[in-house]
């Protein structure tokens, strides 16, 4: 049996000969194809705009920069993601506050939310876990009793519904990523959502240096050359080769889900009958983007299963270590991880197993039939 990674990239011919002709056109950089994307992109989620950079990580950046939150601010957040999703509070000088989770998504509590609000509290950034919205209607109220900001951080989202509507339309922001193992790819890049003009071109100018093109009026207006910097922003700029990938992706993006998903239920069928496993739960009336399949382990040793695993050349993984384990946030956000019982519940059990849109029927037997006999060979 092939290595079978725990995601991978879907790139068909299309892709391929849609990056190939930006090559050979005037613009590699910026140029027509980001705009088409970023178009692409509003349409199908049904925004008032998207603006495309080069990373999920650039895209969070100018989401929080565009806040211009007082330095200290708390933001309540979820320890359960990758470090980049707090990391972006960092930046700004604001203070992560963590969470706990719910065991049978790991989305953010709402309940437990409410509990951490202070006088100091200014945001939620929460996590749609492995592409299944969180509990959007008790979240944005939540925001809205309290006056809070929603950044929704839906890099594993893209595609998935609440409700009947896509994610995208529900925070003040919602981040997205084009990362190869995400729901569709650019190589790297990333995108922020938003129907509030104000944050819009904020981030527009975050993303280019704050260069404002159509503010020259200290040199006269007859200046064409002139442009001004009225932002501190940065060279976050997506490609027009990478766009070019990304229009391409995008029409596929309602296949890959839903290959995606009936993979996700062969899954769960095959394992079904295994009562040391828990499968994914999927809530009522929300469509997921089945970006992992993750399941739950007991009566089982994690780090002996993943070694075994890994032996059969089957890419397991652990989605996530909780951010407030790590050297980093333990020296600068001290946080004691008994606060968050469910989460290091979680975490302690949890495995993903691979899962993408060219997984083939035959893999997917193998890492069930590889799941079996880790149970019956590990005491
Ligand atoms: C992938 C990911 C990011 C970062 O996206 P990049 O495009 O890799 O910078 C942020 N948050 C979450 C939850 C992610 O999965």
Redesign the pocket.
């Known amino acids: 049996m092939r290595n079978i990674p725990y995601g991978h990239q879907s790139i068909d011919d299309e892709d391929i000969n849609s990056v190939v002709y930006v090559l050979k056109s005037d613009w590699l950089t910026t140029g027509p194809k980001v705009p088409e994307f970023e178009n692409g992109i509003s349409d199908y989620i049904g925004c008032r705009h998207s603006i495309a950079v080069n990373?999920?990580?650039?895209?969070?950046d100018i989401a929080v920069q565009a806040l211009n939150l007082p330095k200290g601010s708390e933001v309540i957040t979820t320890p359960f993601?990758?470090?980049?999703?707090n990391n972006?509070l960092l930046y700004h000088n604001l203070k992560p506050v963590f969470t706990d989770i719910d065991k049978q998504t790991r989305n953010i509590n709402p309940d437990k939310i409410r509990k951490n609000i202070t006088p100091k509290t200014r945001a939620i950034m929460f996590?749609?876990?492995a592409g299944q919205p969180c509990k959007i209607d008790e979240i944005r109220e939540i925001a809205q009793e309290n006056d809070l900001w929603l950044i929704e951080?839906?890099?594993?989202a893209l595609g998935a519904s609440y409700k009947g509507k896509k994610v995208g339309r529900f925070a003040d922001m919602t981040?997205f990523?084009?990362?190869p193992?995400?729901p569709i790819t650019t190589g790297?890049?990333?995108a922020v959502v938003t129907d509030n003009d104000d944050l819009a071109h904020k981030m527009r100018l975050f993303r280019n240096h704050g260069i404002d093109k159509d503010a020259k009026a200290e040199f006269g207006s007859d200046a064409d050359w002139a442009y001004d910097m009225v932002e501190l922003g940065r060279n976050y700029r997506m490609t027009d080769i990478q766009a070019a990938l990304g229009i391409s992706q995008l029409k596929k993006i309602d296949t890959f889900i839903a290959k995606r998903k009936d993979l996700a239920t062969r899954y769960c069928e095959l394992l079904g009958d295994m009562p040391q496993i828990e499968t994914p739960v999927t809530m009522e009336k929300i469509t997921h983007g089945w970006?992992l399949f993750t399941i739950l382990l007991s009566s089982m040793n994690r780090g002996k299963f993943f070694s075994f695993m890994k032996k059969q050349n089957i890419g397991v993984n652990v989605?996530?270590i909780p951010t407030y384990h790590f050297t980093y946030y333990r020296k600068n956000v001290p946080t004691n991880p008994a606060h968050f019982p469910v989460t290091e519940d979680v975490f302690n059990r949890i495995i993903t197993l691979p899962l993408y849109p060219g997984l083939m029927d035959e893999e997917l037997g193998f890492v069930v039939d590889m799941t079996k006999a880790a149970y019956r060979q590990i005491t």
Request: charged share 15%; hydrophobic share 35%.
């Open positions: 990373s999920g990580t650039s895209a969070l993601t990758f470090a980049a999703t972006a996590v749609d876990y951080d839906a890099c594993h981040v990523s084009f990362h193992v995400k790297e890049g990333g970006h989605h996530y």
